[in-house]
C-alpha cells in the first residue's frame, strides 16, 4: 500500500503542528489502521509558508499528479485545514481522488470516507475551515486598518527615502515610518522636476543620464517612479490635503487631525485576490496621519497629482493608428509604441521602441518607423496564410515525438518480468541466486521509473501537439475573418482580433516574425 502523507505549516502560525510532528503523526495513525499491510510512504513536505486558500502549492500539485497517474492508495493529512480550506476546490480534488481509487485519511478528525456519513462530516469540516480563513482574513484586515488610522506602519517595504522605526506609545512599542535623511533627496528631485514639465519617462530618462538608481542599486524605471509621486506619505497633512483626498472619494482619519505637522499614510491601495495583488480605487483608501515629517507641501503634491493627469490624457492619443499596437516588439525584445500626431491637418503616425525613448540610442539603434508601412507588411502576410495556411508558425516545444504505445508496451513487458522475478524470489529467497533476482528487480524498478517520467511527457507533448493543430485552425479562421473584411471592421476592432490571434510579432529590420 502506497500511502501519500502531505503536511503543511504556515510560517505566521507558530501555534501549529510543525511538518515533522505531523509526518510522524500520520505514520503512526498509518501502521494503526492498515495494521498488517506493507506500507510505503511518499511525503509532500515542501509547501511550508504556502496558504491553504487555493491550491497553488508545489507538493500538492505533484501530488495530484501521482494521484492522476495511480501511483497512490492513499492520501492521508494530520488535519483537513493542512490540504485545503476552500469547499469548491476541496471537493474537486474529492472527486479526483475516487476517479482514481484513492483513499482520504485525516488523523485528527478520524472519519471514514467510505460511509456516506463520513463524506457528509468531511464536507462539513471542509466548509468550516473555509469559514475560518475567511474570518481571520476579515480579522487581520480590520487590525491592519485600525493600526493605519492610529498613524502607525503595518509592514511591508518602506517607501522610498522612509525607514521604519519603533517609538514608545503608552506602555507599548509600536512601528511608525520617519524620514530617512540620507536617501529623501531623490523623492524630493523627483517631485521638483515633475513640477518642472517633466513626464514620467522623462524623469526615467533623466535618472538614467545622471545616474540616479534606487537604494537597492537598479535604476529607477517609471512604474517606480509613478509609485512614488503618487503616495500621500509625503504629503504634508494640511487641510489642504483633507478637502483634496475627501473629494477622491478617501475615508479620512477626524479632520481636526490636518494641522500640516507631519505627512499622510495611505492604507488600502491593493486588494490580496486568490491570485495576486489588485489595485484598489481611490474610495477604498484610508488616508491617515503619520508621526513622520512631511517631505513635499499639500499644494506641491496636489499639483504633481494634477500634472500626472495631463500627461495622461496626452498619452492616450486622439487618433487611431496602428493595428500592431500592444503586439509589436522592436529587434531588442522591447515593446513598440504607436504615435500618431497631425500637423499643418496632416496626420503622421509611427511605432517607435520604448526602451530607445527611456534609455536612449546606446540601448537600442532602431528608428521611428511608419505605421502604415509596417500594417502593410503585417496585412501581406495575412494574404499568404489567407492563400496558404502552412504559413502559420505555431509556438510549440520542439522534440522529438514519441511513441507512447511503445512506451506503455515495454512499461507492460517490464511488469511481467519484475512479476516474474518476485515469482522466482519467493521461490528462492534463501538460495544464493536471490541477491541476483534482488539485483535484476532493482535495475528494473530503474528502467519502469525512467519510462514513466518519458511517457508522461510524451503524453503531454502528443496533447501540446494536439492543442496546436486546434490553435492552427482558430489562427487561420480569425486570419480569414480580418482580411476578408478589412475594410468593414473598425480600428479598434482590427487591434483586438490581432491581440487574440498574435502571440508575438517582431520587428527585425525589414522583416516582419510573426508568431501565432
Same mark, same amino acid.
Given at each position: 500500500?502506497?500511502i501519500?502523507?502531505?503536511p503543511r /505549516?504556515?510560517v505566521?502560525r507558530?501555534?501549529s503542528?510543525?511538518?515533522?510532528?505531523?509526518?510522524?503523526l500520520?505514520?503512526?495513525?498509518?501502521?494503526?489502521?492498515?495494521?498488517?499491510?506493507?506500507?510505503?510512504f511518499?511525503?509532500?513536505?515542501?509547501?511550508e509558508?504556502?496558504?491553504g486558500?487555493?491550491?497553488?502549492?508545489?507538493s500538492f500539485q505533484?501530488l @495530484?499528479?501521482? &494521484?492522476k497517474k495511480?501511483?497512490l492508495?492513499?492520501?492521508?493529512?494530520y488535519k483537513?485545514?493542512?490540504?485545503s480550506?476552500n469547499v469548491?476546490?476541496?471537493?474537486a480534488m474529492? $472527486?479526483t481522488?475516487?476517479?482514481?481509487?484513492v483513499?482520504?485519511v485525516?488523523?485528527k478528525?478520524?472519519?471514514?470516507?467510505?460511509t456516506?456519513?463520513?463524506?457528509t462530516v468531511m464536507?462539513?469540516?471542509?466548509?468550516?475551515?473555509q469559514?475560518e480563513?475567511?474570518n481571520t482574513s $476579515?480579522?487581520?484586515t480590520d487590525?491592519m486598518?485600525a %493600526?493605519?488610522?492610529?498613524?502607525?506602519?503595518?509592514?511591508g517595504n518602506?517607501p522610498?527615502?522612509m525607514?521604519?522605526?519603533?517609538?514608545k506609545t503608552?506602555? /507599548?512599542?509600536?512601528s511608525f515610518?520617519?524620514?530617512?535623511?540620507d536617501?529623501i533627496?531623490?523623492?524630493?528631485?523627483?517631485y521638483k %522636476?515633475?513640477l518642472n514639465g517633466y513626464t514620467?519617462t522623462?524623469l526615467?530618462?533623466?535618472? #538614467?543620464?545622471?545616474?540616479?538608481?534606487?537604494?537597492?542599486?537598479a535604476?529607477?524605471?517609471s512604474?517606480q517612479?509613478?509609485t512614488?509621486v =503618487? +503616495?500621500?506619505?509625503y504629503c504634508?497633512?494640511?487641510?489642504?490635503?483633507?478637502s483634496?483626498?475627501?473629494?477622491?472619494?478617501?475615508?479620512l482619519?477626524p479632520r481636526?487631525?490636518?494641522d500640516?505637522?507631519?505627512?499622510?499614510?495611505?492604507?488600502g491601495?491593493?486588494k490580496?485576490g486568490?491570485?495576486?495583488? =489588485?489595485a484598489?480605487?481611490h474610495?477604498?483608501?484610508?488616508?491617515a496621519?503619520g508621526?513622520?515629517?512631511?517631505? &513635499?507641501s499639500?499644494?506641491?503634491?496636489?499639483a504633481?497629482?494634477?500634472?500626472?493627469?495631463?500627461?495622461?490624457t496626452f498619452?492616450s492619443?486622439?487618433h487611431p493608428?496602428?493595428?500592431?499596437?500592444?503586439v509589436?516588439?522592436?529587434?531588442?525584445?522591447?515593446k @513598440?509604441?504607436?504615435?500618431?500626431?497631425?500637423k499643418?491637418?496632416?496626420?503622421?503616425s509611427?511605432y517607435?521602441?520604448d526602451?530607445? &525613448?527611456?534609455?536612449?540610442?546606446?540601448?537600442?539603434d532602431s528608428?521611428?518607423?511608419?505605421?502604415?508601412i509596417?500594417? $502593410?507588411?503585417?496585412?501581406?502576410?495575412?494574404?499568404?496564410?489567407?492563400?496558404n495556411?502552412?504559413?502559420?508558425k505555431?509556438q510549440?516545444m520542439?522534440? +522529438?515525438?514519441?511513441?507512447?504505445?511503445?512506451?506503455?508496451?515495454?512499461?507492460?513487458?517490464? +511488469?511481467?518480468q519484475?512479476g516474474?522475478?518476485? #515469482?522466482?524470489l519467493?521461490e528462492n529467497?534463501s538460495?544464493?541466486?536471490?541477491?541476483?533476482i534482488i539485483?535484476?528487480m532493482?535495475?528494473?524498478d530503474?528502467?519502469?521509473?525512467? %519510462?514513466?517520467?518519458s511517457?508522461?511527457?510524451a503524453e503531454?507533448?502528443?496533447?501540446?501537439? /494536439?492543442t496546436? &493543430?486546434?490553435?492552427?485552425q482558430l489562427?487561420?479562421?480569425?486570419?480569414?475573418?480580418?482580411?476578408d473584411?478589412l475594410?468593414q471592421l473598425?480600428?479598434?476592432?482590427?487591434?483586438?482580433?490581432?491581440?487574440?490571434?498574435?502571440k508575438?510579432?517582431?520587428?527585425q529590420g525589414? +522583416?516582419?516574425s510573426?508568431i501565432?
Open positions: 500500500m502506497i501519500g502523507i502531505y /505549516k504556515s505566521y507558530d501555534n503542528d510543525s511538518v515533522a510532528v505531523q509526518i510522524e500520520c505514520k503512526e495513525y498509518a501502521a494503526i489502521i492498515f495494521k498488517g499491510q506493507e506500507i510505503v511518499r511525503v509532500y513536505d515542501r509547501d509558508g504556502f496558504s486558500k487555493n491550491t497553488k502549492r508545489p505533484e @495530484m499528479r501521482d &494521484v495511480n501511483e492508495d492513499v492520501v492521508m493529512v483537513l485545514d493542512r490540504i480550506r469548491r476546490e476541496f471537493s474529492y $472527486e481522488f475516487e476517479e482514481h481509487g483513499a482520504f485525516s488523523v478528525e478520524s472519519f471514514d470516507t467510505s456516506p456519513i463520513g463524506r464536507y462539513i469540516l471542509a466548509a468550516f475551515a469559514l480563513r475567511e $476579515e480579522r487581520v487590525n486598518l %493600526l493605519a488610522e492610529q498613524g502607525r506602519w503595518t509592514g518602506c522610498a527615502g525607514k521604519s522605526v519603533r517609538k503608552g506602555d /507599548k512599542e509600536h515610518l520617519d524620514v530617512d535623511k536617501s533627496w531623490r523623492v524630493k528631485l523627483l %522636476l515633475l514620467i522623462g526615467e530618462r533623466y535618472c #538614467k543620464s545622471h545616474g540616479i538608481k534606487s537604494q537597492g542599486g535604476f529607477l524605471n512604474s517612479i509613478y512614488i =503618487t +503616495n500621500p506619505v504634508q497633512n494640511s487641510l489642504e490635503a483633507y483634496y483626498f475627501q473629494e477622491l472619494g478617501c475615508k482619519a481636526e487631525l490636518f500640516s505637522s507631519h505627512g499622510c499614510i495611505r492604507y491601495r491593493t490580496t486568490r491570485e495576486k495583488q =489588485t484598489q480605487t474610495e477604498h483608501w484610508t488616508i496621519v508621526l513622520h515629517d512631511y517631505v &513635499v499639500a499644494s506641491d503634491f496636489i504633481a497629482q494634477k500634472r500626472l493627469g495631463i500627461n495622461k498619452r492619443g486622439k493608428a496602428g493595428i500592431l499596437k500592444g509589436l516588439t522592436c529587434k531588442c525584445g522591447a @513598440m509604441t504607436a504615435r500618431t500626431y497631425v499643418n491637418g496632416i496626420q503622421f509611427y517607435y521602441c526602451k530607445r &525613448v527611456r534609455q536612449g540610442k546606446e540601448y537600442c528608428k521611428y518607423v511608419r505605421v502604415d509596417i500594417d $502593410e507588411l503585417f496585412l501581406k502576410q495575412l494574404r499568404n496564410i489567407r492563400i495556411p502552412d504559413f502559420i505555431i510549440i520542439d522534440t +522529438n515525438e514519441a511513441d507512447v504505445d511503445t512506451m506503455y508496451a515495454e512499461l507492460n513487458a517490464i +511488469n511481467i519484475l516474474n522475478l518476485a #515469482k522466482a519467493s529467497s538460495s544464493s541466486a536471490a541477491k541476483y539485483a535484476q532493482e535495475e528494473l530503474k528502467q519502469q521509473a525512467a %519510462l514513466k517520467a511517457t508522461a511527457k503531454l507533448m502528443a496533447e501540446n501537439k /494536439k496546436a &493543430v486546434n490553435n492552427r489562427v487561420y479562421e480569425n486570419v480569414c475573418y480580418l482580411v473584411n475594410d473598425s480600428y479598434s476592432e482590427k487591434n483586438e482580433l490581432v491581440r487574440r490571434t498574435v508575438s510579432c517582431s520587428l525589414k +522583416n516582419l510573426i501565432f
